[in-house]
């Protein structure tokens, strides 16, 4: 077994095929890497999206073991890219502008706004049967696609930065761009920057969530192209009563 990828809302299994070879998992929850490591035994494992409110998150310390037992883990645009600029230090592998962006507390090329809320990922989706599809829009997207609007004198900064002020502050299940157009008029924003933002966002709106898994898959596929050996550790794993009693409920 090579590669297994936690992918869900951002990116389907089915457009993730052709640029890497895997083992194609649902969103990662707690307990899922210890259970992948142990069962299918990957050279490395990418993690994409992973669950939040519902279940509990996939854990930093299953991470850390696998990373102990030698299993590369990369990191990128969800869930997969909080964990991987969390544990960067101890060697999981972030790619992509959104990992950069929680790991230097900024999004690059969109202002200097603190970005560090889990909440700039995250979004509603359906279930497995519908292919996961997302019900709203990730703020990251929203920022990017407003920053690339200013770029392109869609609208201007001031329209840009209270229109992220907006989405910012609706709650995450309920973003959409719809819904960000129609508060922006409410409030009374330039109806002629709105009318030209409504008419760019078919073309012009960014998945950045999107592009960094992407991102992942192909930089996965040419680190398992060299035929790496197995991670090497830089830390001691520390086996916690707290970490024992997981176990008898991974293994469960």
């Given at each position: 077994m090579r590669a297994c990828v936690?992918?869900?809302?951002?990116?389907?299994?089915?457009?993730?095929?052709?640029?890497?070879?895997?083992?194609?998992?649902?969103?990662?929850?707690q307990g899922d890497v210890y259970r992948a490591v142990s069962l299918l035994r990957p050279r490395a494992i990418g993690i994409v999206d992973g669950y939040f409110r519902s279940v509990p998150s996939v854990w930093h310390k299953e991470i850390l073991w696998a990373m102990h037992h030698g299993v590369h883990v990369f990191g990128a645009a969800s869930m997969g890219a909080l964990r991987a600029a969390e544990l960067a230090p101890f060697g999981m592998r972030g790619i992509g502008r959104i990992f950069e962006a929680f790991r230097d507390g900024a999004l690059a090329r969109c202002g200097d706004e603190p970005f560090e809320d889990d909440d700039e990922v995250a979004v509603v989706h359906g279930p497995a049967e519908l292919g996961y599809v997302a019900g709203s829009e990730a703020m990251v997207n929203i920022r990017c696609t407003l920053a690339d609007a200013q770029a392109a004198a869609v609208i201007d900064a001031a329209t840009c930065l209270r229109l992220a002020s907006i989405a910012k502050a609706m709650f995450f299940p309920e973003r959409s761009y719809e819904r960000l157009l129609e508060q922006a008029r409410a409030v009374g924003l330039c109806v002629s920057q709105l009318a030209s933002l409504e008419a760019w966002l078919p073309a012009g709106r960014v998945n950045q969530k999107r592009a960094d898994a992407l991102a992942m898959l192909e930089?996965?596929?040419?680190?398992l192209a060299t035929d790496p050996?197995?991670?090497a550790a830089g830390f001691a794993f520390e086996h916690t009563t707290l970490w024992d009693r997981a176990l008898a409920q991974m293994r469960t």
């Open positions: 936690y992918l869900g809302p951002t990116l389907a299994a089915v457009d993730a095929a052709g640029a890497l070879e895997a083992t194609w998992l649902p969103p990662a929850k930089a996965l596929r040419e680190f050996a197995p991670a």
